[in-house]
């Protein structure tokens, strides 16, 4: 196979130094404002703090529970405190709409604009504590931290994520003007078992060839355990928006990841990758091909999409 052939490189994280102290800067407030640095240590903080007194006791065996659930914590509060923002942002424009030129109006409008941009500098500065735990836990425990409930907006470190079904709206959109995904969507799905460093090398080939075809694409994935995470680690790495189609077993059972394909599907995605079992030679008595991985590329033709599994180097 000659596509492929682009070697993975971590590139390294990149962030304004200056955007949010700028922000924090500009709002007017007496008080101090912690800066994004100061933030980003606190994250690192937290998460360091837990793995280290919860590793090696009884409690490790919840260990993803309770890092999840820390990280969790600072998403949310992200979103309602975003929330707050947007409701001050709704006062602004009636005010705007039906402004009398009144003391009252002016002094009432000037509020409203105060606490929308003191909700903005929360709302980053919460992602920014949460993005730093996310990484953190990451190196430390290998696992890959996704939001499970709305879109994931990434400030400077990390992917943006979109719900699947978001995602699939915004498509069918696109015609009125409304937000889509940001580009083409590359679809992925890989065996849980391809998990080692050789099937990490053919899966970061395959992602780093689609990203020079289409620079601006987005990555759709279920998010399943395995490859899909080597997956989910390489978008964060390089800064490309991650569509998310989970498979929901409480509704679908053992259809679930085959529903999820579905909405890959759905999502039109412009080039398909499958990785059906592992390209590591050594674990030849486990290759039985994935389902579901399998189902997706036959999707992808059926549909007229195109599909590329990704296999092992020529030897």
Partial sequence: MTYFSNPFTASASQKSNSAFDDLTGSLGDQRPHPTEDALVQLGRALMTE??????????????????????GAFHSAAGRIERDAD????????????????????????????????????????????????????????????AWRG?????????????????????????????????????????????TSDDAGRIFDALNWAKQEWPDMALATTGAKGSEKLAIKWAQQKGVKLILARAD????????????????????PTCCLTLVHSVDRTRSGDQRPFGPALNLGQKAMESGLRHVPIKARAA
């Avoid at 909700?119 to 993005?131: H, K, S, W, Y």
């Avoid at 470190?157 to 937000?179: C, D, F, H, V």
């Avoid at 077993?249 to 039109?268: C, S, W, Y």
């Fill in 50 to 71: 837990l793995v280290d007194v919860i590793s090696d006791t009884a409690l490790e065996d919840y260990q993803t529970i309770l890092g999840e659930a820390l990280i």
């Fill in 87 to 146: 409701r001050a942002r709704d006062t602004m424009r009636s005010i705007d709409r039906d402004f009398d030129g009144s003391e009252a109006a002016d002094a009432e409008l000037q509020e409203a604009t105060a606490k929308a941009r003191a909700g903005d500098a929360a709302t980053q500065a919460c992602e920014m504590i949460r993005d730093a735990a996310s990484e953190t836990w990451t190196i430390a425990t290998g696992e890959v931290w996704t």
């Fill in 151 to 195: 879109s994931r907006r990434g400030t400077h470190l990390t992917a943006a994520q979109l719900e699947a079904k978001q995602a699939i709206r915004a498509i069918r959109n696109r015609k009125s003007g409304e937000a889509d995904p940001g580009g083409p969507v590359i679809a992925f799905r890989g065996a849980p078992t391809a998990d």
């Fill in 249 to 268: 077993f409480d509704t679908h059972g053992k259809a679930a990841p085959f529903r999820a394909n579905d909405e890959l599907i759905a999502l039109e």
